[in-house]
């Protein structure tokens, strides 16, 4: 979806900040797209607990309404879940689970009541959201924006699973709806699986809101935290169209190691380098550090910014 400009807009929106043993940053570039439908989340502190964090990305298409609106009331929406009321200081991983899941279907509900859905906005959006605490990250996956965790020693691990029609269980759940798959795309069209958003894909009344041609339901992953964690991403699909999971982790660590301390400046470092890279979509990361990230030894800015061009050089 979307149409091209004629040359990219580079301009970037960047923000920082710190919580309870780590640090984060967020970034976004409209790029190549008319538009600019992305949205993040960077939140420390939830409720009353200043020791839980909640980041993530959404990806919009066919509009920004759906990524604004679910950017700006994700949260709220969490803690009014019941089981959200179940979290304690403890931040037991089941209820942050719970809370976060079912707050997708609330977050849908929302959604097709506003005013704006009835008046012929079709947009969607991808979700990759997730909780941090002390002890444990807790992911919520909808559609093909995606989480990765470097762990110590810089290996990558998924966080997520992209959600593409073409996925057997994708494509089943799909055909079962009454919809099909061509061209790699939902009724020949949409790119992603499950999205919030996206009603014109959920007119199967006679089913659940998990069970339509797109769906709502989110993949959960939780893990705990060790000691040599590094870094978290969050990101689009624009950045995973030129970056392998493995690739992006390097990239960052690269430019800790090369003495970048600035985590905003990193994010920007990414993105700028997906871009040379020949990507052509919005793109908008949240990069969350902990205490074990590699950082080198800052360095004087005439080498820090041979510093930037080194790690730009290392994904190719």
């Not at 997708?104 to 859905?117: E, G, I, S």
């Not at 057997?168 to 499950?194: C, K, P, Q, T, Y």
């Not at 978290?232 to 970048?260: E, H, T, Y």
Request: contains cysteine; charged residues 25%.
């Amino acid at each position: 979806m979307g149409s091209f400009l004629e040359k990219p807009l580079t301009e970037k929106d960047t923000h920082r900040g710190d919580g309870p043993g780590l640090q984060w940053a967020s970034s976004a570039m409209q790029g190549w797209r008319v538009n600019m439908e992305d949205a993040d989340i960077a939140q420390v502190g939830v409720d009353k607990f200043e020791k839980l964090c909640y980041f993530g990305v959404l990806d919009g298409h066919g509009g920004d309404l759906t990524s604004k609106y679910a950017g700006e009331n994700m949260v709220q929406t969490i803690i009014e879940e019941e089981a959200f009321k179940k979290v304690t200081e403890k931040f037991e991983v089941e209820a942050l689970s719970d809370a976060l899941y079912h707050a997708h279907f609330t977050m849908d509900r929302k959604l097709k009541a506003h005013p704006r859905m009835s008046q012929g906005d079709t947009s969607g959006s991808t979700a990759i959201t997730g909780f941090v605490t002390p002890n444990n990250i807790v992911i919520a996956n909808c559609g093909d924006s995606r989480s990765v965790l470097c762990r110590g020693g810089g290996q990558a691990e998924a966080m997520s699973f992209d959600h593409k029609p073409t996925n057997e269980g994708e494509e089943r759940r799909i055909s079962e709806s009454g919809g099909h798959v061509s061209m790699g795309r939902v009724n020949g069209d949409l790119a992603v699986s499950r999205a919030l958003g996206d009603f014109v894909y959920k007119q199967a009344s006679h089913l659940a809101p998990e069970k339509q041609a797109v769906s709502i339901e989110p993949e959960m992953k939780t893990v705990a935290r060790e000691a040599g964690d590094e870094f978290l991403i969050f990101a689009c699909d624009g950045i995973w169209d030129v970056k392998s999971n493995q690739q992006a982790c390097d990239f960052v660590r690269q430019a800790m190691m090369d003495g970048i301390t600035d985590v905003g400046t990193i994010c920007e470092m990414l993105l700028d380098n997906c871009l040379e890279e020949g990507s052509k979509d919005n793109m908008s990361i949240v990069l969350v550090v902990f205490e074990s990230a590699p950082f080198g030894e800052a360095k004087p800015d005439a080498e820090a910014d041979e510093s930037q061009s080194k790690a730009s050089e290392s994904s190719e």
